[in-house]
């Protein structure tokens, strides 16, 4: 699946993408709030400036991927792969939960 056809589909109501294959996808500035994208393969997509405002990341894949200045407020950040993800300490605070997540650092979070 490529980052325009989830956009399109969350235009249409869809939320559920959960264990979507989206490697490399393109949603800098995407509209996601809500969205279910646990188990998600995002390794290496551009989500810069995204809105996942309440989104559930719970184990998704996220290494590599560009998060700056993404809205992660609420979001579940449960068990996600952060490694080496370009995202701050500031926006990981506003998530919901990050147990068990592997920080971009490499370390995990208790």
Not at 14 to 19: E, G, P, Q, T, V
Not at 45 to 54: D, Q, Y
Request: aromatic share 6%.
């Amino acid at each position: 699946m490529k980052g325009r056809e989830v956009i399109r589909k969350y235009k249409a109501g869809k939320r559920n993408f959960s264990r979507v294959k989206l490697r490399r996808a393109e949603l800098e500035g995407a509209n996601l709030r809500d969205v279910n994208l646990s188990w998600a393969y995002l390794k290496n997509a551009n989500l810069r400036g995204a809105n996942l405002a309440g989104a559930n990341l719970m184990g998704a894949d996220l290494v590599g991927g560009d998060l700056r200045e993404a809205n992660l407020n609420e979001a579940n950040l449960r068990f996600a792969n952060l490694y080496q993800a370009d995202v701050t300490s500031a926006q990981l605070a506003h998530a919901k939960s990050l147990k068990g997540a592997i920080l971009p650092k490499g370390g995990r979070h208790e």
